[in-house]
C-alpha cells in the first residue's frame, strides 16, 4: 500500500469496522495457532510476517484502491489488488490530472467495471473525452456511488458535445454525483427511484438525448413514481441554466421526487412558486445557497411561504438575513461565506429574531473579532445566548488575538480557524 499516494495518508483507522473485525479476529486464531506458551513479545519481523501472512489470506483488505497522484507502479499495483480481492466488490477513487501512467490503470479499472462499488473519477476533460471515445458501454450491477469530476478548459466540440461515458444496467445505484462531465445511460427508470443523492452541474445529463440531467430524471420519475416512494434525501444542483426550472406540467412530479429530501444545495437562480412550494412538503433541515446563485436567497424570502423544519442555513452573505428571518423560522446553525453587512448580522440580537440560533460560523469579510465579540454579548443581553462560534478569517492584530478571542472563549465554545 506505500505505493498509493493520498491526500490524506490511509491508515489502520481509515479502515471499515467490519474490514477491523475481520483482522482482529483472524489475528487471534491464527497467533493463537502459532505463539508459544508464555511468549509476549512481539519482534518487528513477527509482526511483519503476521501482516503478509493476513494479506494473503484476506482478500477484503485488497478491495479498495486510491490514487490521487500518478507514479510509475501503481498500475502493477491496481493489477495485484484486483487480483487478490477475487470477486469482491471494490471501491476506487482517482484523481489523476497527468496522462503519464495514467491510462494503463484506467482500463484495468473499467475492465473490471462490473465488480466496482463505489466510483469516483476526477480527471480532466480531455481524459473523459477520450475514454468514453476508446471503451465500450459498462455494465456496473453493483455499482452504488458514482461520482466523476472534470476539469480544465473546454474545446469548442466539447461545449457542443458533452464529455461524458457510457453506463449499462446499474440497477442498485444510489448516489450520482456529475461535475463537469455526464454519463449516457439507456434507462434511467432503473435507478431513479433508488436515488438518495442527486449532485449535478446544471448541463449534465444522463442520456444520449443531451438534456439537462434534472429534466430527464423528472421525466423517467413520472412514469416511475406511481408505484414508487423517492428515496432522495439530497439534492445539488450547481451552474447557472434557467431552462432546468420544472414546467408547470412537471410540477407533480418535481414534488414528489422531491418529497423526502432533507439538504438542499442551490447553484443557480432556481425561482418559481411551483419550485419551491414542491419543497413546502419535504422534511427539510438544511438549505446552502452556493455562490453562483445569490439571488436564490432573494426569491425565497419574496415567496409567502415557511419551512418551519429547516434548522441549517448556508449562505454566501448576510443580506439574505433580512428577508429570510420569517421564511425560516427555526434556525439553530448558521453558516456566512463572503460578506457580514454588520446591521444585518445584528438585527439577530434585538427582539426574538432566530431564538434558536446556537451556532454561528463565519469566513467572511467585513467583521471583526470585536465586531463579533458585541453581537455575541447582544445575543446573550437579549437571552438569545449562543452556544459556539467559528471564526475562520486572516489573523488580526495581536491584540485582537489576546483580548477578544479571550473574551470569546469565555462566553461561547469559541473555535479560532483564522488563516
Request: hydrophobic share 45%; aromatic share 8%.
Amino acid at each position: 500500500s506505500h505505493l498509493f499516494t493520498a491526500v490524506k495518508p490511509i491508515s489502520i483507522s481509515d479502515l471499515a469496522p467490519e474490514l477491523l473485525c475481520q483482522i482482529f479476529k483472524w489475528f487471534c486464531i491464527h497467533d493463537a495457532d502459532q505463539r508459544p506458551s508464555g511468549m509476549r513479545v512481539y519482534t518487528l519481523t513477527r509482526i511483519c510476517g503476521l501482516w503478509r501472512t493476513l494479506s494473503q489470506n484476506l482478500p477484503e483488505l485488497w478491495t479498495s484502491i486510491y490514487i490521487s497522484r500518478v507514479q510509475p507502479l501503481h498500475a502493477q499495483m491496481v493489477d495485484e489488488c484486483l487480483r487478490r480481492s477475487k470477486d469482491l466488490s471494490l471501491d476506487v477513487s482517482l484523481t489523476m490530472k497527468e496522462t503519464n501512467g495514467m491510462w494503463p490503470i484506467l482500463f484495468l479499472i473499467w475492465g473490471s467495471v462490473g465488480r466496482i462499488r463505489s466510483l469516483a473519477l476526477d480527471l480532466t476533460r480531455s481524459t473523459f473525452e477520450n475514454l468514453g471515445l476508446q471503451v465500450a458501454p459498462a455494465y456496473a450491477p453493483r455499482l452504488e456511488y458514482l461520482e466523476l469530476h472534470a476539469s480544465g478548459p473546454e474545446t469548442s466540440s466539447q461545449q457542443q458535445f458533452h464529455s461524458s461515458i457510457q453506463l449499462r444496467h446499474s440497477p442498485l445505484l444510489k448516489s450520482l454525483v456529475l461535475g463537469g462531465v455526464g454519463i449516457q445511460h439507456p434507462d434511467p427508470a432503473e435507478f431513479v427511484h433508488k436515488l438518495e443523492v442527486l449532485d449535478l452541474d446544471a448541463g449534465a445529463f444522463v442520456n444520449d438525448r443531451g438534456l439537462p440531467g434534472l429534466k430527464i430524471l423528472l421525466s423517467f420519475w413520472a412514469v416511475e413514481e406511481v408505484r414508487e416512494t423517492s428515496a432522495l434525501r439530497l439534492l445539488a444542483i450547481r451552474g447557472f441554466a434557467a431552462e432546468l426550472r420544472p414546467s408547470p406540467d412537471e410540477a407533480v412530479s418535481f414534488a414528489s421526487f422531491v418529497s423526502c429530501v432533507t439538504s438542499l444545495f442551490i447553484g443557480y437562480r432556481w425561482a418559481g412558486p411551483s419550485v419551491l412550494a414542491a419543497f413546502r412538503c419535504a422534511p427539510l433541515r438544511q438549505i446552502t445557497i452556493l455562490d453562483e446563485a445569490p439571488q436564490f436567497a432573494t426569491d425565497l424570502a419574496q415567496q409567502d411561504m415557511q419551512f418551519p423544519t429547516v434548522t441549517s442555513l448556508d449562505i454566501e452573505d448576510s443580506t439574505a438575513i433580512p428577508g429570510l428571518k420569517n421564511t425560516l423560522p427555526a434556525i439553530s446553525r448558521l453558516r456566512i461565506r463572503g460578506t457580514v453587512n454588520l446591521p444585518d448580522l445584528e438585527s439577530l440580537s434585538t427582539g426574538n429574531q432566530w431564538a434558536d440560533l446556537r451556532v454561528l460560523i463565519v469566513e467572511a469579510s467585513g467583521i471583526s473579532l470585536k465586531n463579533l465579540c458585541a453581537f455575541v454579548e447582544a445575543r446573550a443581553s437579549a437571552s438569545l445566548p449562543l452556544a459556539e462560534v467559528v471564526y475562520r478569517m486572516p489573523k488580526d492584530s495581536l491584540f485582537a488575538v489576546n483580548l477578544w478571542t479571550k473574551w470569546l472563549k469565555e462566553h461561547t465554545d469559541f473555535r479560532d480557524e483564522r488563516l
